[in-house]
């Protein structure tokens, strides 16, 4: 079973420019979750899709940050205009029922530098 | 934002010891959940807790929810080279954010 798969794996921008981040969740897997590492200390939750739907985005930073899930396949975040402050690692995970017992499988995550 | 609270931030282990790192928080928790991230990796599942003063293992590895559920704990009895790494615990009560979990190295 293929994993959740992140691309890129590294995106070095400069401030005021867009960055579009590409999760693929493991097939079948209904929930995907954004998260975001910032400084390389806490992750913090960004948003849930069930499907296509966004059953709860109050991560969200703000309106800079747009998701999306059409098809309710892969998901996209992208970042419009990008600031210094969001550099960090941006992780994704999917996981076939909300939190079930085996856990959230994360993807390897994007690195976004601004500069 | 709220997260579970996790003590110690870092930990130096010997080679071969024991150590033990600590999930706390205010409210009781419907489940609990580790992950172990290596270096320059990603958090990977370990196990989910979800009775109180329920006890699992894997391995070296013991995982404990309290009997109130509001705290948490994961023992590492032998400490390996293997277990370098940031532990992190939290719940789906707290969306699963992480807080800095505790970072274990391990000198040879």
């Known amino acids: 079973e293929a994993g959740v798969t992140q691309f890129p794996s590294h995106s070095v921008i400069e401030k005021g420019q867009t960055v579009t981040l590409r999760c693929d969740p493991i097939s079948g897997h209904d929930n995907l979750y954004w998260y975001r590492r910032v400084m390389g200390k806490e992750i913090k939750f960004l948003l849930h899709f069930v499907k296509e739907s966004k059953q709860d985005e109050s991560g969200m930073p703000n309106n800079r940050f747009l998701a999306e899930r059409t098809g309710g396949t892969y998901s996209t975040l992208k970042v419009q205009p990008a600031e210094l402050e969001d550099s960090g690692v941006y992780f994704c995970?999917?996981?076939?029922?909300?939190?079930?017992?085996?856990?959230?499988?994360f993807g390897s995550g994007t690195r976004l530098t601004v500069v | 934002g709220q997260q579970v609270m996790q003590i110690p931030q870092y930990q130096h282990v010997q080679e071969g010891e024991d150590f033990t790192t600590y999930c706390n928080s205010s409210t009781t928790l419907s489940n609990i959940q580790w992950y172990k991230q290596r270096p320059g990796g990603h958090p990977v599942f370990l196990i989910q807790?979800?009775?109180?003063?329920e006890v699992k293992k894997q391995k070296r590895l013991t995982f404990q929810f309290g009997e109130a559920k509001k705290n948490s704990s994961l023992h590492i009895t032998a400490t390996q080279t293997t277990d370098v790494g940031t532990y992190f615990c939290s719940s789906n009560d707290y969306k699963l954010s992480f807080g800095a979990g505790t970072t274990v190295t391990v000198r040879a």
């Open positions: 807790l979800v009775k109180s003063g």
């Open positions: 995970a999917s996981s076939q029922e909300p939190g079930g017992s085996v856990g959230y499988t």
